[in-house]
């Protein structure tokens, strides 16, 4: 025998192991380091969720369990939401329902970049002890989502409703009726609630009203459906009973109740919608007519009017566009609001200052010259009247329209307009529009203010990108609202690459995954300095005597201000990388935080 080959031989072998074996600890580290998913589990409820890595959810815990506060009234927030609307008010049931069948469970997945619910029913391979042929329907939020009440939770539950009940995708019918829901009821500080609202003088619909909301989406909430329920069934009141009681003594993890109010106006007449609407688009693909949606709709209602109800006739072939309706402007210095009182876009006629100008329309003013206040002339940004990117522009216009989404639209930058319906506006005065949707109340939103800023970062960059103007206006104004988010300071700068691709695809969102934990790491001081300006801007108020400044801190706004800088130095050619990079030197001139 060969001892000398066979020595050798072995010695290569041991060698050969323990390479592999060296090559193999990296993997092994990192496998260990994977973030483990959770569940939280109560029922036919589960949360899917991390506590680590970068979709970790805020990990306070206030009563001290062991589970973080905010899965804890996620799970709370949508037992809540079927306790109400399946088991009280009698609406269709996700989880008894022959268009989704097998459903067994409903999954709130932490894990998303934004809230939304897909259709359909779902069998998941990730949940450990997940019994063999249960399907799921999932509810995606984000977990950075700042929610006490959770807000998203019932507005996606009740999507879960409408697919139990149709197939029916029309944005008209779904976004509206989700948005319509949000009363206060489960929803408190973030309802829209129906004060100033003007139920229908008329029914049906002329074919141009109808026209018009067919290409609506959430706004369809404010025009149709709110307006709507007040016509047919304005007294809201929830039944009382074991079930209601059941729901009253529900609290969320703070020891807040989880029912903010007992009335829900429209309640019985959506139900009936839904049923309808379920038996014209209870099958195929959801591409169904909008005038056979309507139709259904106009079933439900009649259930609810008296016969002599009043229609509305507009001559054959009109527009509803062409109705003569009186444009009104509310004009102070640079700053302009175009409204109507009647017709389709016509603001809350509100006045409480007797003043003849509607509260809505001074306000909106208010709130967009704060902006102005607040970021031109106290933190010095660029003025979007006295920019290049905006030459020709001599007003910033503010106009209430019916059909306009709650979310930005950032696909094209923001033009320099010529009204002509302005009286004694010259040719060559051109403006910058704002739009709002005829429902806002601008003493309870900031999207004024952040559609203000966004004119601000166009000024000073000719960058045009989802997540990063998107998010840095959504992230902006929360000094001139009362809403101030409890950021949790970004773990890793810069950006691995795998967040760097996710953050890419975001849109506003992104305020809430980069800007908002950037600011929490780098610029949490926001102090705003004194001086003439500050006082000026402390002294504005809403036409109901509350201050517009609401905190005299805003944290990032020097961040932001030195972001736009960088940003300003790129062309609208530059690619997303381009565009963190110069947000990575604007971060490198911030001295706070943890390096």
């Not at 060559?428 to 005829?438: A, E, F, N, P, T």
Request: positive net charge; proline residues 8%; aromatic residues 8%.
């Amino acid at each position: 025998m060969n001892y000398k080959n066979t020595y050798t031989r072995t010695l290569l072998r041991k060698i050969f192991i323990l390479a592999m074996l060296a090559l193999a600890c990296p993997i092994c580290a990192l496998a260990e380091k994977a973030p483990q998913l959770k569940v939280l589990q109560s029922g036919p409820y589960r949360v899917l969720y991390y506590t680590e890595g970068a979709l970790a959810v805020d990990p306070t815990d206030l009563n001290g369990n062991g589970i973080p506060d905010r899965v804890e009234d996620m799970l709370t927030s949508v037992a809540a939401s079927r306790l109400l609307f399946c088991k009280l008010l009698g609406y269709p049931d996700p989880l008894n329902s022959q268009l989704l069948p097998k459903a067994r469970f409903i999954d709130i997945r932490v894990e998303s970049s934004g809230a939304n619910t897909p259709s359909g029913v779902s069998f998941p391979k990730d949940i450990p002890n997940n019994p063999p042929g249960a399907g799921s329907l999932v509810i995606h939020v984000s977990p950075k989502a700042d929610n006490r009440p959770p807000f998203a939770i019932p507005h996606e539950f009740f999507h879960l409703i409408q697919h139990a009940a149709t197939y029916c995708a029309k944005k008209w019918f779904t976004e509206g009726t989700a948005v319509w829901q949000t009363q206060g009821v489960l929803s408190a500080g973030t309802e829209k609630k129906l004060d100033g609202t003007v139920p229908f003088d008329h029914w049906p619909l002329t074919p141009q009203e109808a026209s018009r909301i067919f290409e609506m989406s959430y706004g369809a909430s404010e025009f149709f459906w709110n307006r709507l329920a007040l016509l047919c069934d304005n007294d809201g009141e929830i039944p009382r009973g074991p079930v209601f009681e059941q729901l009253k003594a529900m609290k969320y993890s703070d020891g807040s109740p989880v029912l903010k109010g007992t009335k829900l106006v429209g309640w019985r007449l959506m139900r009936d919608v839904l049923l309808q609407i379920g038996k014209v688009a209870s099958a195929g693909s959801g591409k169904h007519d909008d005038a056979e949606i309507l139709h259904a709709v106009e079933k439900a209602v009649a259930g609810y009017l008296p016969k002599q109800m009043p229609a509305k006739t507009v001559p054959a072939g009109a527009d509803i566009a062409t109705e003569k309706v009186e444009t009104k402007i509310h004009q102070v210095g640079d700053i302009r609001v175009i409204y109507q009182t009647s017709g389709m876009d016509a603001v809350k006629p509100d006045d409480l200052n007797n003043n003849g100008i509607p509260d809505q329309v001074e306000d909106a003013l208010t709130q967009v010259a704060a902006a102005r206040t607040l970021l031109v002339e106290l933190l010095g940004l660029p003025d979007p009247l006295r920019a290049r990117n905006f030459s020709g522009a001599r007003y910033v216009d503010i106009r209430f329209v019916s059909n306009k989404d709650v979310f930005y639209r950032l696909k094209e930058r923001t033009p320099v307009a010529f009204p002509k319906d302005i009286p004694g506006a010259s040719s060559r005065d051109g403006s910058l529009l704002i739009k709002s949707r005829q429902g806002t109340n601008p003493r309870a939103s900031c999207t004024l203010a952040q559609d203000y800023f966004y004119l601000v970062a166009q000024a000073s960059t000719r960058v045009n990108s989802w997540w990063c103007l998107g998010g840095l206006a959504a992230s902006s104004s929360f000094g001139l609202f009362s809403f101030h988010p409890r950021w949790v300071p970004l773990e890793k700068w810069p950006l691995p690459q795998d967040m760097t691709q996710k953050l890419f695809r975001m849109r506003t969102d992104s305020a809430r995954y980069l800007w908002g934990p950037l600011v929490a790491r780098y610029d949490p001081d926001g102090e705003l300095p004194r001086g003439p300006v500050f006082e000026k801007l402390s002294a504005m108020k809403y036409t109901d005597g509350t201050p517009v400044l609401k905190s005299t801190n805003i944290p990032g706004w020097r961040l932001m201000r030195d972001v736009l800088a960088e940003l300003g130095k790129l062309d609208n050619n530059s690619n997303d990388a381009a565009i963190l990079r110069a947000i990575e030197k604007a971060v490198a001139k911030q001295q706070k935080g943890p390096k």
